[in-house]
């Protein structure tokens, strides 16, 4: 419940901030404003959850009303607020290798802490890695979830 107040306090102090003063939206403002709205809804216990690879089918996914984000963007935002590194020893305690991709060790490391919301469900794409593909593996059975792939 902390990272669904941590969104919502973020979502309610931008949303001020640009009612206070319109002509102040910028690049930057308006990314803020859709972070912390994803936030809020992935850490809320009343939408469809789903992580997934980055090239999943994410306007399908919104169309059946299911939120989605793809792991390697919660990666980035890992290491562009400098908290990555927490989550690397833990992911590399656990036997990642730490010459793995960066964003896939956070993220695991965030997975092992229970830093992530759970989904429910995941879809993992092999494409444009596939160390991406082991990190959703990995975090199906974290959460105790069937792992099925087939694909051509």
Same mark, same amino acid.
């Given at each position: 419940?902390?990272?669904? !107040? +941590? ?8 949303? !001020? $901030?640009?009612?206070?003063? =319109? *002509? ?5 403002? $308006? /990314? %803020?404003? !859709? ?13 469809? #959850?789903?992580?997934?690879? %980055? ?10 009303? %299911?939120?989605?984000?793809? @792991?390697?963007? @919660? ?27 960066? /964003? +896939?060790?956070? %993220?695991?490391?965030? @997975?092992?802490? *229970?830093?992530? =919301?759970?989904?429910?469900? #995941? #879809?993992?794409?092999?494409? =444009? ?11 199906? *059975?974290? +959460?105790?979830?069937?792992?099925? #792939?087939?694909?051509?």
């Amino acid at each position: 419940m902390m990272m669904y !107040e +941590h969104f919502d306090g973020m979502l309610k102090g931008i949303t !001020e $901030k640009l009612n206070k003063d =319109p *002509n102040g939206i910028n690049a930057r403002k $308006k /990314y %803020v404003l !859709e972070l912390s709205r994803l936030g809020k809804k992935l850490y809320s216990k009343d939408e469809n #959850i789903a992580w997934c690879g %980055v090239t999943a089918p994410f306007d399908l996914l919104s169309s059946m009303g %299911v939120t989605s984000c793809f @792991v390697e963007f @919660v990666g980035a935002m890992l290491s562009s607020t400098q908290t990555a590194g927490f989550f690397f020893e833990e992911a590399e305690d656990s036997g990642f290798a730490t010459d793995s991709c960066a /964003y +896939h060790r956070a %993220v695991m490391g965030a @997975v092992l802490k *229970n830093a992530m =919301p759970k989904p429910d469900f #995941i #879809i993992g794409t092999s494409s =444009p890695c596939t160390a991406g593909l082991a990190v959703m593996e990995n975090f199906a *059975n974290q +959460h105790g979830f069937s792992w099925n #792939i087939k694909t051509p």
